[in-house]
């Protein structure tokens, strides 16, 4: 089975400073990976997705992802943190053929004013 | 274009009882998935299906929960008897029919479901 990681639990970024979400993936194959972005009592939001082509994804929201193979990493990117970027950050990868999604057990983002 | 309905948002249960939870797709998509968030965790696969087909429920708990797609209306996912343990966050999500390329899923607000 495909499977992401997300090691941290929390992060906390000042407004305004570079914002970094990370998540590392274990796949057999070519990994179609996904970010998607949950706010309180609300579903989750698709931020971006990165399926094939270049290493560097645009999504919503000004946030962008890294895919690297060699490190087998899709960290979330945002150059300048907003305070409305908190938020839980979920990576998630496809999950065999029938494109179920595997989701990391998410990270909290705390943007301090 | 409507997102993803599902209702109701909150749903409380004694032990014993039956919940009946519901999700309309996005207008013009044709897959439904079911996942279940329990607190402090990630999302967990449940089941997926089309109109009127499972075609995979592998993350489904083979014991009283059940999932159709009719031709007509919402997805329902069903639990019976529920235990406290059920108690959770079901998050419906829709695509369009998959082809040859990969659309991404979209999230309903989710049923928020306690079990006294």
């Known amino acids: 089975a495909q499977s992401v990681a997300q090691p941290e639990d929390q992060v906390n970024v000042a407004e305004g400073n570079p914002l970094t979400v990370k998540c590392t993936y274990s796949?057999?194959?070519?990994?179609?990976l996904f970010w998607y972005v949950q706010y309180p009592n609300r579903g989750l939001q698709f931020l971006l997705k990165?399926?094939?082509?270049?290493?560097l994804v645009k999504g919503s929201y000004g946030f962008e992802a890294e895919f690297n193979k060699s490190q087998t990493s899709f960290h979330l990117k945002k150059p300048s943190a907003l305070v409305s970027d908190s938020a839980l950050y979920f990576c998630a990868v496809r999950d065999g053929g029938n494109n179920r999604l595997a989701f990391g057990k998410g990270n909290q983002v705390v943007v301090i004013p | 274009n409507a997102g993803v309905m599902q209702n109701p948002r909150h749903l409380v249960r004694r032990r014993g009882q039956e919940a009946r939870l519901r999700c309309s797709p996005m207008k013009g998509h044709s897959h439904v998935y079911w996942y279940r968030q329990l607190p402090e965790e990630g999302l967990k696969f449940m089941v997926y299906l089309q109109k009127e087909n499972i075609i995979d429920e592998s993350g489904m708990p083979k014991e009283r929960f059940s999932a159709e797609f009719p031709k007509e209306g919402p997805s329902i996912l069903r639990i019976q008897q529920v235990v406290r343990g059920d108690s959770a966050a079901y998050f419906c999500a829709s695509s369009l029919s998959q082809g040859s390329s990969y659309n991404e899923q979209f999230f309903g607000p989710g049923t928020r479901l306690t079990v006294l």
């Open positions: 796949v057999s194959g070519n990994p179609y």
């Open positions: 990165y399926i094939t082509g270049d290493n």
